[in-house]
């Protein structure tokens, strides 16, 4: 039971070998004592781990008693291959689904829906999934501004969006513009901030380049000036989410890499379960 009175999701990716799917489950089996609200399985680049996010969201929800929200894009999937996909979780008690575009593949996507609030729309009438969408505190590297970024996400909010979780970011001054500006436009729905454990701060800065997420140069510095990069990580995140803690923000996304021991040693600082 946490101390604070917070809601920990958590975020996992489908592992590529067997061994690796038995070290996801050993880490999930750690990580229970932060009872997460809910957990997420991604989805692959043009939904190139399909059948893998499938079967592991289904092994999750059977072992353990949170709810398991499975990750759809538009991409790598006809609407016919949707319709099938989401009908098959819903059926299997998976009820909950983070509704993403996808990165665009090359040339034509015929049969395809294009965008994500197209995506929403059509869950929505498939069954009464509980829906989560992203947003870009820092605006997706694809649009103009943060103004036309969250226009684009009001359509998905209009389309029966239920949630919001954002892309990790490292400066909350950002997250407190965007939040402000989705407020302002309407958007009244849980908005939950992505946090990223750095757990190699090299990694970090291409997802980050590919994504559009600014690593101030103070947190690369500690990286390149200090020895103790686990103390370095942890230190980081404990200030930031101490920080949105203090903003009146009570639910946490973590981005946890199929890693335990730095995000627990994180939440057990920050008084997030006892």
């Known amino acids: 039971m946490n101390k604070k009175n917070v809601n920990i999701s958590l975020e996992f990716f489908p592992p590529k070998t067997a061994g690796l799917e038995k070290k996801l489950h050993q880490e999930i089996e750690k990580l229970k004592i932060l009872e997460p609200k809910f957990v997420s399985v991604t989805y692959g680049a043009g939904g190139s781990t399909r059948k893998r996010t499938h079967d592991i969201v289904l092994k999750i929800a059977k072992e353990n008693n949170f709810e398991v929200a499975a990750h759809l894009t538009c991409v790598g999937s006809t ?3 949707i319709t099938e996909i989401a009908q098959n979780y819903w059926n299997s008690n998976i009820k909950h689904i983070v509704a993403l575009r996808g990165d665009l593949p090359d040339g034509e996507n015929l049969g395809h829906y294009k965008y994500a609030n197209e995506l929403v729309a059509a869950l929505k009438n498939i069954a009464d999934f509980e829906i989560s969408v992203a947003a870009y505190p820092e605006k997706h590297p694809e649009s103009k501004n943060l103004d036309q970024d969250i226009d684009n996400l009001k359509k998905k909010i209009d389309a029966g969006a239920n949630q919001i979780i954002t892309q990790f970011f490292f ?10 500006k989705a407020r302002a436009k309407n958007i009244n729905i849980p908005i ?11 990694q970090v800065q291409h997802f980050a380049q590919k994504c559009g997420t600014d690593v101030p140069k103070k947190i690369i510095n500690q990286y390149q000036t200090g020895t103790d990069q686990f103390e370095i990580s942890k230190n980081i995140a404990i200030k930031q989410c101490q920080d949105l803690y203090d903003h009146d923000i009570r639910d946490f996304h973590f981005y946890s890499l199929n890693k335990a021991d730095l995000l627990l040693e994180i939440c057990k600082e920050l008084a997030f379960y006892e």
Do not use: A, C, T, V
């Not at 909350?172 to 965007?178: A, D, L, Q, T």
């Not at 939950?192 to 090299?202: E, R, S, T």
């Open 79 to 81: 609407k016919q291959e």
């Open 171 to 180: 400066d909350n001054s950002y997250f407190y513009e965007f939040l402000n």
């Open 192 to 202: 939950i901030p992505g946090i990223l454990p750095i757990h190699d701060i090299n």
